[in-house]
């Protein structure tokens, strides 16, 4: 009812008023109902799919890294701020002083508040924007769990964290705890593209399961140059590559980013609206992609004033990007159509090209976070999670082996969790008083004149 109500519950609303505000307030209260169940749901998603995600050595030795901004765009003073998101990783080269050979930090040493400030004073008035090069969990490359300096600073102690650490589960609650307060709602956004929208809680499940979006924006398939032809019904985009050409149809009234006789990179978003994650994928890199993951669920979370870190979201990203397809198996044991752990397939690949033979050929691949928790290497964390009975016969097909690595199996079957002093590096630890132990004699002699105290009082 387009009637606008005027007065509020305290001043006192009239017959009409009150009626249209009722459809409101029942919406509030299914949303709120709803809201709790698939915020509950995404967190059992979220914890299935991480839980084996704990820090296992100190250095997994990776040379990437990501480059962060020093500072940002600060849209309220129109200035710039410094980069926060920088604060407790841990850089991945030497950070250089005024002049060289002097240097602020050191590769491996942890951006700390006191460093971050040395940093922007020396290189924050640069014209030309100073770009941080920090390690992160998108790029580790330890075999099993992730490592101590890819993680960075454990945010519950404000130190760096330990080895043992369950950042898995850590990351999984930090991201659904607060998914109670995203909204439900679907906008419906007029005039431009006329399509709904998706934001909320909706828009956080669609990122993490790796969906195609609704409004999809279109991506550059090819390089190339940009031809624009408008008709009646439909804009249509054509880019010419060097070998092949690729054209994009979209509405009429669709925004475009790009000009007629205009060149583009393969990946260049062409059209507004949200991005379909195995497009950008298979345009660009894992990298960018998980990077768009993290920027996409941080303007879900921040319209509604919740702040997340972004390691929470990248280490989920991670565990979405980290199998590829076998294309073609070279000399390897691998399949075509497998999915393999890249850092795993790394490794095979380097052993084969030793022995001078032909490496296998895969293309990267995006599971969804439903995807991602049935295609663990556990077959009990996958049956224990959804479609049981498919997950238990394909094991007993495959003949398959649980290593018992994460969380979920071990408490299944009663063990002893890997995490924290559950770990087998801490149970070989033997523990030492710095404080000299006293001999029997001496306890039994402090023990008789004690005696000999009470009696005589």
Not at 87 to 102: C, E, F, N, S, Y
Not at 428 to 446: G, H, M, R, W, Y
């Amino acid at each position: 009812i387009e009637r606008p109500v005027r007065s509020s519950l305290m001043e006192g609303m009239s017959m009409l008023e009150f009626f249209i505000s009722t459809h409101g307030s029942r919406k509030g209260l299914a949303d709120t109902a709803l809201r709790t169940a698939d915020s509950g749901y995404l967190t059992r998603r979220l914890v299935d799919v991480a839980q084996d995600v704990i820090i296992r050595e100190e250095d997994c030795g990776t040379v990437d890294y990501l480059e962060l901004p020093l500072r940002l765009e600060d849209k309220r003073t129109k200035g710039t701020k410094l980069n926060e998101t920088l604060l407790g990783r841990v850089l991945a080269k030497d950070v250089p002083g005024r002049r060289r050979p002097a240097i602020i930090a050191k590769r491996n040493a942890e951006i700390t508040e006191e460093v971050l400030a040395e940093i922007d004073e020396i290189h924050g008035g640069k014209k030309q924007p100073y770009i941080v090069p920090v390690r992160s969990v998108l790029k580790c490359e330890a075999e099993v769990g992730i490592c101590r300096l890819c993680y960075g600073r454990n945010l519950a102690s404000g130190e760096l964290a330990e080895i043992g650490d369950a950042v898995g589960i850590i990351a999984a609650q930090s991201i659904g705890e607060p998914g109670t307060q995203l909204t439900m709602r679907t906008f419906h956004r007029g005039g431009i593209a006329g399509e709904d929208i998706t934001h909320g809680l909706p828009r956080v499940v669609e990122l993490f399961e790796a969906r195609k979006p609704k409004g999809q924006g279109q991506i550059a398939q090819v390089s190339g140059k940009v031809e624009i032809i408008d008709t009646d019904k439909s804009l249509k985009i054509i880019i010419h590559g060097r070998d092949e050409e690729k054209s994009h149809t979209l509405p009429r009234r669709t925004r475009i980013f790009v000009e007629d006789g205009e060149k583009v990179e393969a990946g260049t978003q062409l059209s507004e609206g949200s991005l379909y994650p195995a497009e950008l994928l298979s345009s660009r890199s894992s990298t960018e992609t998980g990077l768009y993951i993290v920027r996409e669920v941080q303007s879900v979370y921040r319209r509604q004033g919740v702040d997340i870190n972004d390691k929470h979201i990248e280490l989920v990203a991670r565990q979405m990007l980290k199998r590829a397809v076998v294309m073609d198996r070279g000399d390897t044991d691998l399949l075509p159509g497998q999915l393999v752990d890249r850092v795993q397939l790394k490794k095979t690949n380097e052993a084969i090209i030793k022995k001078k033979g032909k490496p296998a050929q895969v293309e990267l691949a995006i599971l969804g976070i439903t995807k991602a928790s049935l295609a663990t290497d556990s077959f009990l964390s996958a049956a224990s999670f959804q479609e049981t009975t498919k997950v238990l016969t394909d094991a007993a097909i495959e003949g398959k082996v649980d290593h018992l690595r994460g969380l979920k199996e071990n408490v299944i079957i009663g063990k002893l969790i890997p995490a924290s002093t559950g770990l087998r590096h801490y149970r070989t630890l033997e523990i030492f008083s710095t404080v000299p132990v006293p001999e029997k004699e001496d306890l039994l002699a402090v023990g008789a004149e004690t005696e000999e105290d009470l009696t005589a009082s």
